[in-house]
């Protein structure tokens, strides 16, 4: 049960929105442009990979699975490798340079001050970008702070991975600036 009234027709930080749009359209925007919007190097799969990794390490279930749907939906419906990312990024089928990056993100995920100019000689070493290691950083840290608005309000996070599926499907296709379909709650979707 939420800690305050929130519409209970929306999960997650969707329900978080629509009880206060002022706060809504800069954390959308940024979301939009973290891991939507084109970038340089990165697939908007990477960066979905690099959210979900950081909200599964914060144990965050609705941020994790969400997430995990859309990076799926990113990556040409490869569920695989968001689960395999999700246990071990090291053994997982991406890139030397992601694993690095995924990295960086563990540390941020713990603490900031835990990025070591060792992490980032490594990163670059793989191939990794100023870019690509600032946008990581910067999800991984924006991910802990969506993280801990859904966890800390105690959202309604559905136990229904179909529904998962339909709702990062939506995303994928359309980003995050567009409104969210309402859940019916009924014993499937809860």
Same mark, same amino acid.
């Given at each position: 049960?939420?800690?305050?009234? %929130?519409?209970?027709?929306?999960?997650? @930080?969707?329900? %978080?929105?629509?009880?206060?749009?002022?706060?809504?359209?800069?954390?959308?925007?940024? !979301?939009?442009?973290? %891991?939507?919007?084109?970038?340089?190097?990165?697939?908007?799969?990477?960066?979905?990979?690099?959210?979900?990794?950081?909200?599964?390490?914060?144990?965050?279930?609705?941020?994790?699975?969400?997430?995990?749907?859309?990076?799926?939906?990113?990556?040409?419906?490869?569920?695989?490798?968001?689960?395999?990312?999700? @246990?071990?990024?090291?053994?997982?089928? @991406?890139?030397?340079?992601?694993?690095?990056?995924?990295?960086?993100?563990?540390?941020?995920?713990?603490?900031?001050?835990?990025?070591?100019?060792?992490? !980032?000689?490594?990163?670059?070493?793989?191939?990794?970008?100023?870019? *690509?290691?600032?946008?990581?950083?910067? @999800?991984?840290?924006?991910?802990?702070?969506?993280?801990?608005? !859904?966890?800390? %309000?105690?959202?309604?996070?559905?136990?229904?991975? *179909?529904?998962?599926?339909?709702?990062?499907?939506?995303?994928?296709? *359309?980003?995050?600036?567009?409104?969210?379909?309402? !859940?019916?709650?009924?014993? *499937?979707?809860?």
């Amino acid at each position: 049960m939420p800690h305050i009234n %929130l519409p209970h027709e929306f999960p997650g @930080i969707r329900s %978080l929105f629509m009880f206060r749009p002022e706060t809504a359209g800069p954390l959308n925007a940024l !979301v939009q442009t973290l %891991l939507h919007n084109p970038h340089p190097t990165l697939s908007a799969g990477e960066r979905e990979l690099i959210a979900t990794y950081v909200s599964g390490l914060n144990n965050c279930k609705y941020c994790t699975t969400i997430h995990g749907a859309i990076a799926k939906h990113q990556l040409d419906n490869d569920g695989e490798i968001v689960k395999q990312v999700r @246990i071990d990024p090291e053994t997982a089928p @991406i890139s030397d340079k992601l694993k690095a990056l995924l990295k960086i993100a563990a540390k941020v995920q713990s603490g900031g001050k835990n990025v070591s100019d060792a992490d !980032v000689a490594f990163a670059r070493a793989r191939g990794a970008t100023d870019i *690509e290691i600032h946008d990581a950083v910067l @999800i991984a840290a924006a991910f802990c702070m969506f993280n801990r608005y !859904v966890d800390g %309000l105690d959202t309604w996070q559905p136990d229904n991975d *179909e529904l998962y599926d339909k709702m990062g499907e939506q995303r994928a296709r *359309e980003g995050y600036l567009t409104k969210p379909f309402k !859940v019916e709650r009924t014993e *499937e979707t809860i």
